[in-house]
């Protein structure tokens, strides 16, 4: 889905996929267009305190969030993968994983990156974990597009108590045009190759071990905080093609790349919004060595709801503006409320480039608008520009709320 900002990463294998020149013209003028003008920032988060005496991190592998009976359709491609076994019976994928963590090394923390037993109790461990992947593909005047979405995290856990310390969450998407459409036997290859490969210069795990890099593990945190609710208006749902109306995935979508987004920019971990289960307030962790835990998710502190109020279309005589309008509330459980604030992102586009005239054809450009004002206001949240408040925010006291905010992502790092 949005494939442009953040981790949300666009990689092209050149070799396999035929994108219609008309497609990049017009994300680049979008781009160009939305994005020109300098800015100062005018307050900023910083970054989380390195300790002077790190904690030590048991490395556990690699994991899949979810019970057993839900990995043909949360992760069917990446499930088959990791029956695959190297000599000696280790999963191909734990196999290409502990061979990348040797020898990593972190200020935050210290990892102990042997596998290990996890029967014999260590009190922090660590797993890299998967809790989705979903393949879409559009019909998109006469190409098909496909993305592969995948959604990453870096799991912390107390081992004894059987408890979350702490989830990193990150989205990942790969977005391929073809002329036909892509068979089952292509999926296939293209999830292990971003898997177990290097050859188109981008591997999910490498990916995911980088952000491991800047975090600091603690055995506990003052806030936690997670996105509890994704609301559609009705004027955005007469935008979305069916295909994400089905199952509520567009609202797992727009919830997953947000939390992705504000970890990353706020350095905090969060209470994941997980698809496809009713989570409570347990989380279900299967490894790879064959042990699997119901993991106790802490109580948020803070909840975060976002309402995508409408998607419209503004016109000038040379270009049209696809116009995404969002609210973002932060409240704690009572209802008391620290953000209740409306954005809007206008993405201009030459009239002869903008789309096609299906509703297909237009959410791509939607989805550009909706994909950067997320990830833009993640980014605000952590450092603020009074001059794009001004421009994407009709709300008057919303630089005094992100403050408020700051203050608590603070205690949740």
């Given at each position: ?12 294998n ?8 008309k ?24 970054m ?7 904690v ?24 088959k ?8 019976g ?13 020898g ?6 210290i990892?102990?990156d ?6 014999e ?34 799991v ?6 059987k ?7 990150m ?18 290859k ?18 995911t ?21 994704i ?14 109306l ?44 064959g ?7 802490p109580e ?7 309402k ?5 279309k ?7 503006g ?12 009572s209802g008391?409320k ?6 809007s992102?206008?993405?201009w ?27 833009d ?7 603020t520009d009074?001059d ?11 630089e ?14």
């Open positions: 889905m949005f494939n442009k900002y953040g981790d949300f990463m666009n990689v092209i050149p070799r396999s996929i035929v994108m219609p020149y497609y990049f013209i017009t994300l680049l003028l979008a781009l160009l267009i939305s994005g020109c003008g300098g800015s100062k920032m005018t307050k900023r988060l910083a989380p305190i390195m300790p002077t005496e790190p030590e991190v048991y490395w556990a592998g690699f994991a899949f969030l979810g019970d057993n009976n839900q990995k043909d359709t949360r992760y069917p491609y990446t499930a993968l990791a029956m695959e076994k190297e000599k000696g280790t999963s191909v994928i734990d196999k290409v994983l502990r061979d990348k963590i040797k990593f090394t972190a200020p935050g923390f990892l102990k042997e596998l290990g037993d996890l029967k109790g260590k009190s922090l461990a660590m797993a890299i974990a998967l809790s989705y992947e979903d393949i879409y593909v559009v019909d998109w005047d006469g190409d098909f597009k496909t993305s592969y979405d995948f959604g990453m995290n870096v912390v856990f107390d081992f004894e108590d408890k979350v310390i702490a989830v990193y969450p989205r990942f998407l790969r977005t391929e045009m073809y002329k036909s459409r892509p068979t089952k036997i292509q999926h296939r293209i999830i292990k190759s971003l898997f177990t490969g290097n050859d188109i210069g981008f591997n999910l795990l490498d990916e071990i980088k952000r491991m890099k800047g975090m600091v593990i603690k055995t506990s945190h003052g806030n936690y905080i997670g996105v509890n609710s609301e559609l208006g009705a004027k955005a749902v007469d935008k979305i093609p069916n295909k994400l089905d199952n509520k995935v567009i609202e797992t979508q727009i919830a997953q790349q947000f939390e992705a987004a504000l970890s990353k920019s706020a350095y905090v971990p969060m209470i994941p919004f997980t698809k496809g289960e009713a989570v409570g307030r347990t989380m279900a962790a299967r490894f790879s060595n042990n699997s835990f119901n993991l106790q998710l948020k502190d803070y909840l975060i709801n976002l995508l109020r409408k998607f419209k503004k016109s000038s005589s040379k270009h049209d696809f116009v995404s309008l969002i609210t973002l509330t932060v409240e704690k459980p008391k620290a953000v209740n604030a409306k954005f992102n206008k993405l586009v030459l009239k002869a480039l903008a789309g096609e005239s299906s509703k297909e054809g237009q959410w791509t450009i939607y989805e550009e608008s909706l994909g950067k004002l997320l990830n206001l993640a980014e605000q949240i952590v450092s009074s794009w408040l001004k421009k994407h925010s009709v709300t008057n006291d919303v005094d709320q992100f403050e408020s905010f700051r203050t608590l992502l603070i205690k949740s790092q």
